[in-house]
């Protein structure tokens, strides 16, 4: 079944650790984006990618990093991690072409620094 | 600029009542529009789509109609149930470019 992975769901972590949340693709979407999600709901673009090797940041300036090496796959990584870090970050992945398709979503990781 | 506002929550409905959730748009080209639906603890799916003017987008009882006119996407839906709360995003897509979402309505429907 075509479908879009987030792991972990949850994390715990302490200031100042390393964390990369993972999200992968079994659809052959082209294009995939990070968005964060804060406690009001908004949803706030990233990063995005439109293929292997491309990677852009989004509306929100962001000290996280991605990276595209697979096409199925779109890790975001924070080096450092602070507690303003602090969201429910969401994965989605969409068709490069057709202005018709929506994006697939990911289950989301909620993040807690602490 | 693109944009997509729709209307402040939390709205809060007894079940069977009926449902409408307001959503305008601006955008700089013929975009499409969408509604997606987030239950609490998971990421955001699908709900409806339209992608001309005039299209009816419809599922699960929810019905939205692409408005060119009066650049709206209202959320439409008969009869509610109380498995229908949840967080609702109007959203636009155009050209080939990223979605511009609205900034969520949050519905709760008590029995």
């Known amino acids: 079944e075509a479908d879009i992975y987030q792991t972990p769901r949850y994390l715990v972590i302490g200031t100042g650790k390393k964390i990369t949340l993972e999200c992968s693709q079994t659809?052959?979407?082209?294009?995939m984006y990070w968005y964060q999600q804060d406690p009001g709901m908004e949803l706030h673009l990233i990063h995005y990618?439109?293929?292997?090797?491309?990677?852009e940041k989004g509306d929100l300036s962001s000290e996280s990093t991605v990276s595209r090496i697979r096409t199925e796959h779109f890790p975001l990584t924070l080096e450092s991690a602070r507690p303003s870090h602090t969201s429910q970050y969401l994965c989605?992945?969409?068709?490069?072409?057709?202005?018709?398709?929506?994006?697939?979503f990911g289950s989301g990781t909620r993040l807690t620094v602490v | 600029g693109n944009s997509v506002t729709q209307m402040e929550g939390p709205v809060t409905l007894s079940e069977e009542a009926f449902l409408t959730i307001n959503c305008t748009y601006t955008?700089?080209?013929?975009?499409?529009l969408f509604w997606y639906v987030q239950y609490p603890g998971e990421g955001l799916q699908l709900l409806l789509k339209?992608?001309?003017?005039?299209d009816k987008g419809s599922n699960k009882g929810f019905e939205a109609t692409y408005r060119k006119e009066t650049t709206s996407f209202h959320l439409e839906k008969g009869s509610v149930q109380v498995s229908d709360s949840a967080v609702y995003f109007c959203?636009?897509?155009?050209?080939?470019?990223?979605?511009?979402f609205g900034s969520g309505t949050k519905l709760n429907v008590k029995p």
């Open positions: 959203a636009l897509r155009i050209n080939f470019n990223k979605f511009y």
């Open positions: 989605a992945s969409s068709e490069l072409v057709g202005t018709g398709e929506g994006y697939t």
């Open positions: 955008a700089t080209g013929y975009p499409s």
């Open positions: 339209a992608t001309k003017a005039d």
């Open positions: 990618s439109y293929g292997v090797n491309s990677t």
């Open positions: 659809m052959g979407h082209d294009k």
